[in-house]
């Protein structure tokens, strides 16, 4: 009923730039949150940054200052805007969205994820 598909992963060097987007689709009445997780390999999955409806946004500490998070409302698209990447910023980044569909019902959907790989 609702999807959420990321893009825009792929190999960066360190100090380098991505911008990772997720759209996502379906019976959407609206989108309140929305955020990214990333997962490294063997570690547990981590809040980077989320948004809310309103624009409100927050960081995990260690991306401030180098991502910023935004979102399209008209386009039901989120973006992680990254920037100045180091090795410990790859991961598999996930997007999540809390909406609420035609039907009224409410959810937190989870995108794919996409690979982020930072290295020289």
């Known amino acids: 009923q609702v999807q959420l598909v990321e893009s825009g992963g792929g190999l960066v060097q360190p100090g380098g730039s991505l911008r990772l987007s997720c759209t996502a689709s379906?019976?959407?009445?609206?989108?309140?949150?929305m955020a990214w997780y990333r997962q490294a390999l063997g570690k547990q999955r981590e809040l980077v940054a989320a948004?809310?409806?309103?624009?409100?946004?927050n960081y995990v500490d260690s991306v401030k200052g180098r991502f910023t998070i935004s979102r399209s409302n008209a386009k039901n698209t989120v973006y992680l805007q990254m920037n100045s990447l180091v090795p410990e910023d790859t991961a598999v980044y996930y997007c999540?969205?809390?909406?609420?569909?035609?039907?009224?019902?409410?959810?937190?959907?989870w995108g794919r994820g996409t690979q982020v790989t930072v290295s020289s």
């Open positions: 379906g019976s959407i009445s609206i989108i309140n949150g």
């Open positions: 948004i809310t409806s309103g624009g409100s946004t």
């Open positions: 999540n969205a809390d909406v609420t569909s035609t039907a009224r019902s409410r959810i937190y959907y």
